[in-house]
């Protein structure tokens, strides 16, 4: 079974910033578009952003400008940097590697809250 390991959630206050990570098997990272979605209670799951083998880089609306994504391929790991945090960014954040035709996988999640 493929595990991809988050990690960086928590309680942040509004304007605070956190890093999430997410380290993925080699065989499955190296050829993944690799992104990062969250859930908040009674919602779906959304896009939040994604990045691809070669570095491209999309982003929810609502997230332009104040949140990053990036890969470091040497060590199989995405992250995503959440600045300027607001209370509706509270969700479970989960990590997607996605394969195409080979597999989708999921990480387990974490939570951001962002509250005062």
């Known amino acids: 079974q493929v595990q991809l390991v988050e990690s960086g959630g928590g309680l942040v206050q509004p304007g605070g910033s956190l890093r999430l990570s997410c380290a993925a098997p080699r065989n499955i990272f190296s050829d993944s578009t690799m992104g990062w979605y969250r859930q908040a209670p009674g919602n779906e799951r959304d896009l939040v952003a994604t990045?691809?083998?070669?570095?491209?880089?999309n982003y929810a609306d609502s997230v332009r400008g104040r949140f990053t994504i990036s890969r470091d391929n040497a060590e199989n790991t995405v992250h995503l940097q959440m600045n300027s945090l607001k209370p509706e960014d509270t969700a479970v954040y989960y990590c997607?590697?996605?394969?195409?035709?080979?597999?989708?996988?999921w990480g387990q999640g974490t939570q951001v809250t962002v509250s005062s």
């Open positions: 997607r590697a996605d394969l195409g035709l080979h597999g989708l996988y």
């Open positions: 990045i691809q083998k070669g570095g491209r880089t």
